[in-house]
Structures are given as structure tokens and as C-alpha cells.
T-cell receptor, first 114, second 114 residues
Framework: ETGVTQSPTHLIKTRGQQVTLRCSSQ?????VSWYQQALGQGPQFIFQYYREEENGRGNFPPRFSGLQFPNYSSELNVNALELDDSALYLC?????????????FGPGTRLTVL | AQSVTQLDSHVSVSEGTPVLLRCNYSSSYSPSLFWYVQHPNKGLQLLLKYTSAATLVKGINGFEAEFKKSETSFHLTKPSAHMSDAAEYFCVVRTLVGYSTLTFGKGTMLLVSP
């Protein structure tokens, strides 16, 4: 059973650019969630995808968008990058099962916006 | 709404002494609670979870936590700290709002001195 993987590991962009981050879910998981972790803070929920549709979103603007593919891999897209978007972006996969509430995290992508 | 409060931003212990990381929760229903650990420049690893079964939960690497409903607490303990335990620890509550997501505390940095 493979774990959650993310790419790239690090990324540097300039303000106003667009970025795409990628995630491969753990085998058998059908739900993926994305979190933003600013320096010195706990992760904040961005959104969640289940069966290729967004089924929940945190307090993030529409320029944060995502996709989930039939193989349950996922992308996070951020348009019009701002300096405050600099953070560690974490992908987490899970089962859509109330009896298995935990999520399994990838190593993250460190995004720096200059 | 569900939330967690980690009472200490930093905890310092000596190797071989006990560890106590404190967490209080707020939940309008019976919560699912977790502790995750994050080593420097790494993703999040699940240490243990509480899902309304036994109130004393054992996790990996000798950690355990006790769910106390009367005190709304879920403190993390370990009898004897090891240098490798130095990391940031997050207390987390599952939030159900039509979908399941995780709400993180702000984290406690555990420092272990020789």
C-alpha cells in the first residue's frame, strides 16, 4: 500500500502568477482534502473532493480551485498569487466512512511567493 | 462549531522525563479527536485517535492520550521523552458539516534536551 505523495516538493513563484500542485492519494482512498499551513500555524482547511466533485470548502477565495481525477489523484490550483499564499500545502486522503475519520497526509509542497 | 485549544505553544523537557501536551476541545456532539506530529520539514503523521471507544488511547512511539468528557480535555502523554520526540504536535478535532474535515489547534512545539 503506497502512501500519499505530493509534487513538487518546493516551488517559487512571483506575485500574480498561477500555480498547480499535485497529489496522489493513498491506495483505496476516495476522498482528498487540501490544507494550507502558514509558518508557525496549524493547517487550515481549503477544500475537499469526493468522487471528483468538491463537497466542502473552507474560508478561501475562489482563486483557490481544485480537481480530482478518476484515479483519485488531485490538483490544487491557485490563481493571481499573493505574498500571503506563501505556505506549506498539504494534501490528505481518506475514506468517506464515518467509522474511519482519520486522514493521511502527504509530505507537502512548500510554496514561496516573491 | 468544533474547535481545539492547545494550552502551551512550547514545552521543554529533558530526555527521559515525562511529556505532557495539553489540549481542550469544544464540540456540540461526541467528538473524534486526534494527535498528529510534524517533524521539521515533514508532513503530518497520525499518533493516535479517539472515536468514542476506550477513553485511554494508545498510539505509536509510546504516546497515549486520555479523553475526559467532564474536563473537555484530550491531553497527550509519554512516560519518558526521547530526543527523536522533538517536533511539533497538533491536537485535532473532526468537524462534520455535511462532510468530514479536520480542525487543527495551533500546535505545541516539544523541545527535548539531553
Amino acid at each position: 500500500e503506497t502512501g500519499v505523495t505530493q509534487s513538487p516538493t518546493h516551488l517559487i513563484k512571483t506575485r500574480g502568477q498561477q500555480v498547480t500542485l499535485r497529489c496522489s492519494s493513498q491506495s483505496g482512498h476516495n476522498t482528498v482534502s487540501w490544507y494550507q499551513q502558514a509558518l508557525g500555524q496549524g493547517p487550515q482547511f481549503i477544500f475537499q473532493y469526493y468522487r471528483e466533485e468538491e463537497n466542502g470548502r473552507g474560508n478561501f477565495p475562489p482563486r483557490f480551485s481544485g480537481l480530482q481525477f478518476p484515479n483519485y489523484s488531485s490538483e490544487l490550483n491557485v490563481n493571481a498569487l499573493e505574498l500571503d499564499d506563501s505556505a506549506l500545502y498539504l494534501c490528505a486522503s481518506s475514506f468517506e466512512n464515518p467509522n474511519i475519520p482519520e486522514q493521511f497526509f502527504g509530505p507537502g509542497t512548500r510554496l514561496t511567493v516573491l | 462549531a468544533q474547535s481545539v485549544t492547545q494550552l502551551d505553544s512550547h514545552v521543554s523537557v529533558s530526555e527521559g522525563t515525562p511529556v505532557l501536551l495539553r489540549c481542550n476541545y469544544s464540540s456540540s456532539y461526541s467528538p473524534s479527536l486526534f494527535w498528529y506530529v510534524q517533524h521539521p520539514n515533514k508532513g503530518l503523521q497520525l499518533l493516535l485517535k479517539y472515536t468514542s471507544a476506550a477513553t485511554l488511547v494508545k498510539g505509536i512511539n509510546g504516546f497515549e492520550a486520555e479523553f475526559k468528557k467532564s474536563e473537555t480535555s484530550f491531553h497527550l502523554t509519554k512516560p519518558s521523552a526521547h530526543m527523536s520526540d522533538a517536533a511539533e504536535y497538533f491536537c485535532v478535532v473532526r468537524t462534520l458539516v455535511g462532510y468530514s474535515t479536520l480542525t487543527f489547534g495551533k500546535g505545541t512545539m516539544l523541545l527535548v534536551s539531553p
